[in-house]
């Protein structure tokens, strides 16, 4: 049997969660030649924020701040982060910080153009 999902018109590239323990602050996932790494930072001096940095086929996020039990992320669209397959491809999350400083991470990637 073949699965595929659809948000709307976008294809699912894939979808999941992740449990970082609160000795850990970094996460990485490759799709294809691509590497995504989120890096959770705490820093008294910055606000809130997300920088990023590409280096070679990684896309680095560094999240600075992300320590919010309710949550936090980017969730209002797709961010267009790269290119697989000759696809476009979108990206959104949602961090949530426990009380012991552990982390759950859940993230969904998406092609942003069709191939109905």
Do not use: W
Not at 9 to 34: H, M, T
Not at 45 to 51: L, Y
């Amino acid at each position: 049997m073949k699965k595929k999902l659809l948000i709307g018109d976008k294809e699912v590239l894939d979808s999941g969660l992740v449990i970082l323990p609160a000795n850990e602050s970094v996460f990485s996932i490759s799709l294809d030649d691509l590497v995504f790494c989120f890096e959770f930072i705490s820093n008294s001096d910055k606000k809130d924020s997300i920088d990023t940095e590409i280096v070679g086929n990684e896309l680095r996020f560094r999240l600075f701040n992300y320590d919010n039990r309710a949550g936090q992320g980017v969730t209002r669209t797709f961010a267009d982060i790269g290119v697989i397959k000759g696809r476009p491809v979108g990206m959104a999350f949602m961090c949530y910080t426990n009380d012991n400083k552990s982390r759950v991470l859940e993230y969904t990637f998406v092609y942003l153009n069709s191939s109905l």
